[in-house]
C-alpha cells in the first residue's frame, strides 16, 4: 500500500502562484510514476502532469504546458506541482496519483494508477 497525502491548495487570484506538495509513505517512491490529476466542479478527472519514476522525464496536458512544473524529490518521498500564471479554469481538487514502475517512463492513463490521495482543493478567481 502506499499512502498519499496532498497539501498546498488554496485560494489564489488570477495570474498568481500555488506549488502543491504530495507526501508518500508505505513503500518505496522511487518505484512509482507519478502523476496528478484535478477534478472540476461538475465535470470529470483529467490528466495535469505526469512524471517518471527518477524524475528525467515529464509531460504535460495542453491546458497547462508553460505554466505548470511537476517535480519530484525521491529522498523526501515527495511530489510536487508548481502552479504559475493561474487561471479561473484551473480551479479544481488536485489529485495525485502512484503507478509502479520501476525504471519507467511516464504514465498518463488514470487507470494505470494504482493509488491516489484525497486531493486538496485550488480555487482562482478571475
Known amino acids: 500500500q502506499v499512502q498519499l497525502v496532498e497539501s498546498g491548495g488554496g485560494l489564489m487570484q488570477a495570474g498568481g502562484s500555488l506549488r502543491l506538495s504530495c507526501a508518500a509513505s508505505g513503500q518505496t517512491f522511487s518505484n512509482f510514476a507519478m502523476g496528478w490529476f484535478r477534478q472540476a466542479p461538475g465535470k470529470g478527472r483529467e490528466f495535469v502532469a505526469a512524471i517518471n519514476w527518477s524524475g528525467g522525464r515529464t509531460y504535460y496536458a495542453d491546458s497547462v504546458k508553460g505554466r505548470f512544473t511537476i517535480s519530484r524529490d525521491n529522498v523526501k518521498a515527495t511530489l510536487y506541482l508548481q502552479m504559475n500564471t493561474l487561471k479561473p479554469e484551473d480551479t479544481a481538487v488536485y489529485h495525485c496519483?502512484?503507478?509502479?514502475?520501476?525504471?519507467?517512463?511516464?504514465?498518463?492513463?488514470?487507470?494505470?494508477?494504482?493509488?491516489w490521495g484525497q486531493g486538496t482543493q485550488v480555487t482562482v478567481s478571475s
Open positions: 496519483a502512484a503507478a509502479p514502475r520501476p525504471f519507467g517512463t511516464v504514465v498518463v492513463a488514470e487507470s494505470e494508477y494504482n493509488y
